[in-house]
């Protein structure tokens, strides 16, 4: 597995991460322990969480069994420094989460303790705000983004508030780096400016979808990671399922994410089933299994990635980690750059 530098800092983390998003529903403790026996034997180090999570449905009686289920494995193995443990505080929610309740400079504080002792750690390697408070175009928001009800200077002193805070939480040993998720170029240097101007830690990492039916991040935000050294944490490099062919022809898997939420959180669309067959018959015509060609072919873009996957069974992780050396040639990046032009967003 190939090591990457986390933005600036000194941590060095695997290129592949293991998801953990349905720890504690849907991935029983157990087959969620095998799981990162796994990854950490496969050579991966590195695991994304939250204290949301799990997810399918979130649920505030579930919050915090994620973590809880990562410091059980960490107490159960002793291997606390075979792995770099990523999570995330909540933003404005339904309720999941402090009664709804986003976050501040006293929320981060607090947060970042109630994560330390699920995980049963005494520092988080990276931790990230899961979303902006002012809003995102993330989740299929793109189609009907307005910042015009934002208030500038109202976002530049949230962002002083929080990185002062998590200044706080890096002096103390709690945390080591800070990123954010689903976050705008824009909102990305305006978060290290910040930083920079008042000597307060700086953002090394952003967690945003990307995949190869989802490639928002080609552009703007591409730009931003390769000038200030910001690391891709790509979620979702399957599309939630869609890439493996399993939801092609009408099937609806029992148990699938599809099976609970129905529309995959907004993936599921009148063209996405023709996007995704022109990449399963890609991967089929060059001998390729469909999750290994998606999965290398993030190890191909032009800025540091190390892409975030989940599997809900260790049978599914066993899939995915068989193509851990699969190299793409120029010949299937330059058909999958042609397949994005002609079915561009498919969702």
Not at 112 to 121: A, E, G, I, M, P
Not at 139 to 164: A, C, I, K
Not at 214 to 232: F, G, H, P, S
Not at 307 to 312: D, K
């Amino acid at each position: 597995m190939k090591m990457i530098p986390l933005g600036r800092t000194d941590i060095m983390v695997s290129d592949w991460c293991l998801g953990t998003m349905t720890y504690g529903n849907q991935t029983p403790q157990d087959d969620a322990h095998t799981q990162i026996d796994m990854a950490v034997d496969a050579g991966i180090n590195f695991l994304d969480t939250a204290e949301m999570y799990p997810v399918n449905p979130i649920r505030a009686e579930t919050v915090g069994l994620s973590e809880q289920v990562i410091g059980n494995w960490i107490a159960k193995t002793g291997r606390r420094h075979d792995i770099v443990i990523a999570t995330k505080v909540s933003g404005d929610n339904p309720g999941w989460v402090r009664e709804g309740r986003g976050y501040d400079g006293a929320v981060i504080r607090e947060a970042v303790d109630t994560s330390l002792k699920r995980l049963q750690t005494d520092v988080i390697d990276l931790y990230q705000m899961h979303w902006p408070l002012r809003g995102s175009y993330m989740f299929r928001q793109n189609w009907t983004y307005d910042p015009s009800g934002q208030n500038r200077q109202e976002t530049l002193d949230h962002m002083m508030d929080v990185l002062t805070a998590l200044a706080d939480c890096v002096k103390a040993g709690k945390i080591k780096a800070i990123g954010m998720s689903n976050e705008s170029a824009w909102g990305m240097t305006k978060w290290i400016d910040q930083a920079e101007c008042a000597g307060l830690p700086r953002m090394a990492s952003v967690q945003n979808e990307y995949s190869l039916l989802c490639r928002l991040y080609d552009t703007d935000m591409a730009e931003m990671a390769v000038n200030e050294d910001v690391t891709l944490l790509s979620f979702s490099p399957l599309a939630c399922g869609l890439l493996t062919g399993k939801y092609q022809n009408g099937a609806v898997p029992d148990g699938s994410r599809m099976a609970i939420n129905g529309d995959l959180g907004g993936r599921k669309s009148p063209r996405v089933f023709e996007a995704t067959q022109a990449y399963l018959d890609l991967a089929a015509a060059h001998g390729l299994d469909p999750v290994h060609m998606a999965m290398a072919w993030q190890r191909t873009r032009p800025f540091a990635v190390s892409a975030i996957f989940g599997a809900t069974t260790a049978a599914q992780l066993e899939r995915i980690l068989a193509g851990a050396d699969v190299v793409l040639s120029d010949e299937v990046v330059s058909a999958i750059d042609n397949l994005n032009r002609a079915h561009p967003m498919p969702y």
